[in-house]
């Protein structure tokens, strides 16, 4: 098979060959049909998370067709989804606590398991999602990460209807339609100047949008930071009600710069949201038709994958890249 090959940070995703790797005992063999690009995959490129035994194959929003099974519960044909959590031991106490997603061992795909920018892969069954009737394989590749973290950060906000979404991607603009859905109204912050993104936001659904250096029109009753960039969690901070919650999103950003315990007093709050669970997939990937969520998404060959990240660093696109073996 096919595949674009990790081999350390800072060296180009490479083209190579190997064979098409045999599914254990629970597992799956996945023909890839098509493989979403992610920020932490350029986090992994860039070594600012650490792949413990590379070479690796990079990819955690996997969307393909069961070829093979070993497992009872997957049929081969069967069309699923495989997203970055892809094992825990299920005995620990955040296992066990409905926590999964903190587990110490849990094993990641396109990290610690080979992932899906190559012509297949293998999952655990458990942790492979069905996917929705009615989303071509381009369409439902985003909702496997972007989705399910804007999901997951979104319940970290409770019951706020006004909420900030600070750096307008692939999540932010899948986020942004189910906010609508709901009722509730997203302001969105793009890079400085960008009238493009900000142009995105809104036909996404956005109640506003504007740069992340301009005051939202209303003080806000949660926010999320989807961009890397920790600078923007005390502008966040400034632009929250009393007793609203900053969420930060990303699997890594840079160092959050001091702030005046003024900005964070009147019970307001900073928490980040870790990995996944299976239980915010099911919920998930039953909600994205009904809104029904439309994913905006560039799709590149599997031998520009290395071009998609650094287009995905740019900006150089709206929504989502999307790469297609």
Do not use: K
């Not at 690009?37 to 955690?60: F, K, M, N, S, Y």
């Amino acid at each position: 098979m096919r595949a674009m090959l990790f081999e350390r940070p800072g060296s180009p995703l490479r083209a190579v060959e190997r064979p098409i790797p045999r599914p254990a005992q629970g597992q799956v063999l996945v023909r890839v049909h098509a493989c979403g690009v992610c920020r932490t995959d350029l986090h992994l490129i860039d070594g600012e998370v650490q792949i413990a035994r590379p070479p690796r194959v990079l990819g955690h929003q996997i969307v393909g067709t069961v070829q093979a099974s070993e497992a009872p519960t997957l049929q081969v044909g069967a069309r699923v989804g495989v997203p970055w959590l892809g094992w825990t031991d299920g005995e620990c106490h955040f296992c066990t606590s409905g926590r999964e997603n903190l587990c110490p061992n849990a094993r990641f795909t396109g990290r610690d398991i080979d992932g899906g920018m190559a012509e297949y892969t293998v999952a655990d069954a458990r942790f492979c999602f069905p996917i929705p009737e009615g989303y071509p394989d381009e369409q439902a590749a985003p909702l496997l990460c972007a989705g399910l973290i804007g999901y997951r950060s979104l319940r970290m906000c409770g019951d706020a209807r006004t909420i900030g979404l600070y750096g307008f991607g692939a999540a932010a603009h899948i986020l942004a339609q189910v906010c609508r859905f709901q009722t509730r109204e997203t302001y969105a912050f793009t890079r400085p100047g960008d009238a493009r993104g900000q142009a995105f936001a809104r036909e996404m659904g956005a109640a506003w949008a504007g740069g992340s250096d301009q005051p939202p029109p209303v003080q806000l009753e949660a926010a999320i930071v989807f961009a890397a960039d920790g600078s923007l969690v005390p502008v966040a901070l400034r632009a929250l009600e009393p007793g609203a919650t900053v969420v930060c999103a990303e699997i890594h950003m840079s160092d959050i710069p001091a702030f005046a315990y003024d900005e964070l007093w009147m019970e307001r709050c900073v928490r980040s949201v870790a990995n996944l669970t299976r239980r915010d997939g099911e919920e998930f990937l039953a909600l994205a038709p009904q809104v029904p969520v439309h994913t905006t998404v560039t799709s590149y060959p599997l031998e520009r994958a290395g071009e998609a990240l650094e287009d995905l660093r740019a900006g150089r696109f709206t929504g989502a890249a999307v790469i297609v073996p």
